[in-house]
């Protein structure tokens, strides 16, 4: 079956203030229903591509393409995209049902309590509807933030290092449910992560990043047995490997 691409982002560029690039003319394509990571070290801009993607950030040049359609210039709310940060930024006030059920009841969505409720169970999240973040757990409020995200029915989810905050075992935790939620949706998802070793578990393909550049895009598998450069075999590979061994250790000390 012929991949269908989701997203096509051509020679795209970002400067500040007329200093060097940040983000270097890149070209990538995304397909519907994969799952991409962006992998790469703090300040590689990782997460400024994915700010032009969602649109709170304007490229310097480039093109944003979405099913084949120019949204460089399209305002956030209309690119039927949603996106998932680190701090999960619910509102402390509400309930988990009214987080989630939020954006659908300002956009008049008539049924929006049943959607919710729909949301809450696909995602385990029943028993704690009446509750409000402070009584939850950090892994419950990243799963509340996700249900919130997913609400809207976007076609395309963005991760904004979601987990790097949590203790080892949530984020494990964490990581398998979110693919599950993937392979079960259908939905095309990009993820931000330094993490070498969660990229490589949850991936279809792994975009390398360094200073502003793609350094290889391929699926963990090929980039194991054909590193594109020295960069990518010490950063991924080598680094890999030493999370592994630490992931291993965890695991018997546990």
Request: aromatic share 6%.
């Amino acid at each position: 079956m012929q991949e269908v691409k989701k997203l096509e982002i051509i020679n795209l560029c970002k400067e500040y203030d007329g200093e060097d690039f940040v983000i270097k003319n890149i070209s990538f394509d995304v397909f519907d229903g994969e799952f991409l990571s962006i992998l790469g070290s703090s300040g590689c801009g990782k997460t400024t591509v994915l700010r032009m993607l969602i649109g709170v950030l304007n490229p310097t040049s480039g093109k944003i393409l979405k099913d084949g359609k120019d949204i460089t210039e399209v305002h956030p709310s209309k690119r039927g995209m949603g996106i998932v940060f680190q701090n999960y930024a619910l509102f402390e006030n509400m309930t988990v049902f009214m987080n989630v059920a939020y954006a659908l009841k300002i956009h008049k969505i008539p049924n929006y309590k049943e959607q919710t409720d729909d949301i809450l169970r696909r995602l385990g999240l029943e028993e704690l509807r009446d509750k409000k973040p402070a009584e939850l757990s950090g892994g419950q409020q990243q799963r509340v933030a996700i249900a919130r995200t997913m609400a809207l029915k976007p076609d395309i989810i963005l991760f904004d290092e979601p987990l790097s905050a949590l203790d080892v075992s949530t984020r494990l935790l964490l990581r398998n449910e979110i693919k599950a939620l993937q392979k079960e949706s259908g939905i095309t998802m990009i993820y931000v992560t330094h993490d070498q070793e969660e990229a490589f578990a949850m991936s279809d393909r792994i975009m390398v990043m360094k200073e502003g550049e793609i350094q290889q895009i391929a699926s963990p598998e090929e980039l194991v047995e054909k590193p594109a450069n020295e960069f990518v075999k010490e950063f991924v590979i080598d680094n890999l490997q030493m999370k592994i061994d630490a992931l291993a250790k965890y695991r018997r000390n546990s």
